[in-house]
């Protein structure tokens, strides 16, 4: 995918939900694909996904976010992003 900048943040309940945010820089029909093993970069291994539920521009820049929701508490969770560009 033709992404950088990766962030996570959390806002309603932390223990089954989050925020993964990034900078688009090019590609488009971005979609976060994730579970709690690491398929690596197989996107179609993992169980869950999630697409932009938010996308913003600054300083020339575009930003997108997914919200991840249904998580298990305690667990760790692995992700890839997938556009157009892979």
């Known amino acids: 995918a033709a992404t ?3 962030r996570l943040s959390w806002r309603a309940d ?3 939900t989050m925020v993964i945010g990034w900078r688009q820089i090019g590609g488009t029909g971005a979609t ?8 690596g970069t197989n996107h179609a291994a993992y169980p869950s996904t999630a ?3 938010r996308s913003t ?10 919200r991840l929701t249904g998580l298990q508490p305690d667990t760790a969770y692995y992700f890839v992003v997938r556009d157009s560009q892979g």
């Open 14 to 16: 932390p223990s089954t």
């Open 51 to 53: 697409g932009v539920a």
């Open 4 to 6: 950088d900048y990766y």
């Open 32 to 39: 976060v694909h994730y579970g709690p093993a690491d398929q």
């Open 57 to 66: 521009t600054a300083k020339g820049m575009n930003h997108e976010f997914a």
